[in-house]
């Protein structure tokens, strides 16, 4: 191969004695490797495995779901992962200074990363406040949301939990959703987006701890945030196993069962079957958010991310599936509470099902209070990890791009990033704050972030070159990357974007919640949010070409090409010692 003799470790003649790399640099690293598993796997499983996925499952033949869902898995999402964690490990930088090593045109893919992320972080972490907020009330002897008989009901508030002869009409609302919609967020108060009234203070001070939390979680970089994760990511997995067996025993959980994994296969042949869990996999994995790379970044040099890559996707599909189990267990006792099908109960999606459909069913089962504290601790802890790997994605990209400046100042820069996020998400905390957190979740991140994954992809493996890309890979772990990894690379990977890319643009749904229809220039507003962190790209592209000497082919090439060759990115930080 033509770009080996760049590569320290790889050789075509099997006699070459081959380096063992020594790391003996001063850049942060993980103490254990567990600490890294944790946080990569806190990152990847979040709210959406609980929310989205059992939904998506259901909705799209259940069962037969499973087919699309483990193809997608192995030809898109896992190779993508698979690419961000030998990046990241490899180059040893953050999202904005790794297109130096890669592609430098494409430097503009890093800014663009950073605004996504705090795109998300300005809603994100509302849905974590609005999680502390129930954490708080369940310490009560009586759930608030059991009953008709508080302050903020209405006349429409309806009881059918052990009552007889309830008449449940359209208008009828459920103590839940009444809990949810007039005390949490008071959504009542706002008559949409053009006047969401003013700051809910007791959502504030939610807020206010959570992103407390998350600085003193993430300030002295991996050495602190590799310690919280122990906590924040293995907490989920007792909690979801708690609520399994407890809905295991509830009456009529079967049925709920039966309605999630009952194979469709006539929906195997519907095309939006095959998007829906496409954009399932690639969000749920989350390549192309940058958190990957910063994470990688701080391995060892010769650490095994093929299998941590294999473990990782695998934890999170199967976390999935489980949290599945949990859902519709609880979807069908409710259904045999109020004497309908499955299906009319499960309408609800997204943060609904956690904040209406869940409650309402733990607030009528024995142990009540107990439940839905490890309910909410459970979603807060979901959510908390991801904040953590979406932040230190920002902030391992800007500290590595300005060394000189910000290297000795990350517990300065982490304050002045978590008090900027904290004040972008104030919108989200006004009385119509859902309709702005349904605005940023659709367009803050949406279309941006897979064309983001897209182009990444692209540009290491063509401009980059698979084959220095897998001579790379040989560098850290000993072994070339096999044929299906370079086909998946080079192809099939890009052409599972670029699927799911045409599929959302060809399909644009109105955009409403609860009762309230988004206008149209709300969606206008929409589509700027979205374009406001991908037109970085090409402006980047714009300006590198503008401001590189010689001729426009000359500038091309300088362009594509590496800054730096793989030598000088390690010569200062890596021994080598040639073993006979």
């Not at 037969?64 to 698979?82: E, R």
């Not at 706002?190 to 969401?196: A, E, K």
């Not at 194979?263 to 998007?275: A, I, Y």
């Not at 992809?457 to 370079?486: C, E, H, T």
Request: charged fraction near 15%; aromatic fraction near 16%.
């Amino acid at each position: 191969m033509a770009s080996t003799l760049n590569h320290p470790g790889y050789s075509s003649n099997n006699a070459v004695p081959v380096p063992i790399i020594t790391q003996t640099d001063s850049r942060d690293k993980w103490s254990k490797k567990m600490d890294f598993l944790l946080s990569v796997i806190g990152f990847a499983v979040d709210l959406g495995n609980v929310w989205r996925f059992p939904y998506i499952c259901y909705q799209n033949g259940g069962g037969a779901f499973l087919i699309p869902y483990i193809l997608m898995a192995i030809f898109g999402g896992v190779p993508l992962f698979y690419m961000e964690l030998a990046l990241g490990q490899f180059h040893r930088t953050g999202a904005i200074s790794i297109w130096k090593h890669i592609c430098p045109i494409f430097k503009g893919l890093g800014y663009a990363i950073c605004i996504i992320a705090l795109y998300v972080s300005f809603y994100y972490n509302t849905i974590i406040a609005w999680a502390l907020f129930y954490f708080y009330s369940s310490f009560s002897s009586t759930l608030p949301w059991t009953n008709c008989d508080n302050v903020w009901n209405t006349p429409d508030c309806t009881n059918y939990f052990g009552e007889d002869n309830v008449t449940w009409s359209n208008s009828s609302r459920s103590p839940a959703e009444e809990f949810y919609t007039r005390n949490v967020l008071e959504i009542h108060k706002s008559t949409g987006l053009r006047n969401v009234g003013g700051v809910r203070w007791q959502l504030m001070l939610c807020l206010f701890l959570i992103f407390t939390i998350v600085y003193f979680s993430l300030w002295k970089g991996v050495k602190t945030s590799g310690k919280v994760v122990w906590v924040t990511a293995t907490l989920p997995y007792l909690v979801l196993f708690i609520l399994l067996i407890r809905g295991a025993t509830l009456p009529g959980a079967w049925r709920g069962v039966v309605f999630y994994l009952k194979p469709q296969w006539g929906k195997l042949l519907e095309t939006s079957v095959w998007v829906d869990a496409a954009a399932q996999i690639f969000f749920s994995l989350g390549p192309g958010f940058g958190v990957l790379l910063a994470l990688s970044s701080y391995n060892p040099f010769t650490n095994n991310c093929y299998r941590d890559a294999i473990v990782t996707s695998l934890v999170n599909c199967l976390t999935s599936f489980l949290s599945g189990f949990v859902i519709f267990m609880v979807l069908g006792y409710m259904a045999e509470m109020r004497k309908v099908e499955v299906e009319d109960v499960a309408k609800d999606k997204g943060p609904s099902l956690l904040f209406i459909t869940y409650p309402e069913a733990i607030a009528n089962i024995t142990g009540s209070t107990f439940f839905s504290i490890i309910f909410f601790v459970m979603m807060i802890t979901l959510g908390l990890d991801s904040t953590f790997g979406g932040l230190e994605a920002i902030i391992t990209a800007v500290l590595d791009e300005y060394p000189d400046h910000l290297s000795h100042r990350r517990e300065h820069f982490v304050l002045c990033l978590v008090v900027f996020c904290f004040l972008g998400s104030l919108s989200t905390l006004t009385n119509g704050g859902a309709y702005v957190v349904k605005l940023l979740e659709e367009f803050g991140v949406g279309c941006s972030i897979i064309v983001v994954g897209f182009l990444e992809a692209i540009a290491v493996s063509w401009f980059y070159g698979i084959n220095r890309f897998s001579s790379d890979v040989q560098a850290m772990l000993g072994k070339a990357p096999g044929l299906f990894w370079r086909v998946c690379w080079v192809a099939i990977s890009p052409a599972f974007l670029a699927y799911i890319i045409l599929s959302s643009l060809l399909k644009a749904p109105a955009l409403t919640l609860f009762d309230y229809k988004y206008p149209d220039w709300s969606i206008t507003v929409g589509y700027i949010i979205d374009l406001s962190s991908f037109v970085w790209i090409p402006i980047y592209m714009v300006y590198k070409l503008v401001w590189t000497p010689g001729s426009l082919k000359q500038r091309l090439a300088v362009c594509l090409r590496p800054e730096r060759t793989i030598p000088d990115i390690h010569a200062d930080s890596l021994n080598l010692a040639t073993v006979p």
